[in-house]
């Protein structure tokens, strides 16, 4: 069974920075593709970051590039987002998943595994 649990979110001003954790269990962690997601209320879900298997492949949302930076600790199967110069904009719940391929424009969302998320608020 797949799980990833994610940590990290809060409250935090306009300007500010985060570091989301996703810890991953229950798949080889260097047979998948990690990601994260994002979706703010009535809104769809964004593809904001993902990370190939083999870790030479990234992507990021162009919301988010150059703010944004994903990483991984791999004795500790864990996915990391570093977010910085947050907007309000970038308020939402963000979701870790676990894919089969990194693409071009995010994860394809044929594993269908994701964590439970955690909220992220931009606010002054």
């Known amino acids: 069974e797949v799980q990833l649990e994610e940590s990290g979110g809060g409250l935090v001003q306009p300007g500010g920075s985060l570091r989301l954790s996703c810890t991953v269990a229950?798949?080889?962690?260097?047979?998948?593709?990690i990601g994260w997601f994002r979706q703010a209320p009535e809104k769809e879900r964004e593809d904001i970051s993902c990370i190939s298997q083999d870790w030479d492949k990234t992507f990021y949302a162009d919301s988010v590039k150059d703010r944004f930076t994903i990483s991984t600790d791999n004795a500790k199967n864990t996915v990391y987002l570093q977010m910085n110069n947050l907007k309000p904009e970038d308020t939402a719940v963000y979701y870790c998943?676990?894919?089969?391929?990194?693409?071009?424009?995010?994860?394809?969302?044929?594993?269908?595994?994701r964590g439970q998320g955690t909220l992220v608020t931009i606010s002054s």
């Open positions: 998943a676990a894919d089969y391929f990194c693409t071009d424009w995010g994860l394809t969302g044929a594993l269908d595994a």
């Open positions: 229950g798949i080889r962690f260097d047979d998948h593709a």
